[in-house]
């Protein structure tokens, strides 16, 4: 009977020291990503700064005016700019919860600002993305451009700003040059 209390009393122990649930769970790695999985893993990591080739369409409608032209991006290229946050472990079911109710990520593109759409957790990720056209659309509404006509045959220069917030208040930044051209 003593062994057996003894061996409860250890696996009580045991299970009271779980290091890998204690404390902070921190963010060890911010990638650029514009894609990414069902296990919420990134498929398709961007660099800092790179192209996006945009394919035209035969009646190249995309390039009459700016409206139309992130109205295309958004319905039929969605070109999603994003990023992934990874945790050193797993979310315990309260950080789960609080990060659902707390988490806010934005968008930033030439003093436009738009809380990003596409928000996923994994068991230690998040992903946020926003559809590249509807910030477009609003930036050039702001510029007053929206009605002017695209061309892309020397690239378009953006600079997009990510930023988020978790719960207790912690931020992070990233930020993403991209040249948008026309594909060849």
């Known amino acids: ?28 790695d911010q990638l650029l990503c514009d894609n990414y999985d ?14 996006v080739f945009i394919p035209r369409t035969e009646n190249k409608r995309e390039e009459t005016s ?37 988490y806010v990520a934005y968008i930033r593109l030439n003093g436009v600002r738009e809380r990003m759409e596409g928000f996923e957790m994994g068991e230690r990720t998040i992903a946020s993305f926003h559809y590249l056209g509807a910030l477009l659309k609003e930036e050039k509404r702001h510029t007053g451009e929206s009605k002017k006509k695209v061309n892309l045959d020397q690239g378009l220069g953006l600079i997009l700003e990510f930023e988020y917030q978790l719960p207790e ?7 993403r040059e991209i040249d948008l051209r026309w594909k060849p």
């Open 1 to 28: 009977m003593k062994q057996f209390i003894f061996y409860i009393f250890v696996f009580l122990s045991l299970i009271g020291c779980k290091p890998h649930l204690s404390g902070k769970n921190t963010v060890i």
């Open 38 to 51: 069902a296990k919420v893993l990134c498929i398709e990591p961007k660099e800092k700064i790179g192209t």
């Open 66 to 102: 700016w409206e139309n032209f992130s109205n295309y991006l958004y319905f039929k290229v969605r070109e999603t700019p994003g990023f992934l946050l990874t945790f050193e472990r797993d979310f315990t079911p309260d950080e789960r919860s609080s990060i659902r109710k707390e």
């Open 169 to 175: 208040d912690k931020k992070g930044q990233l930020i």
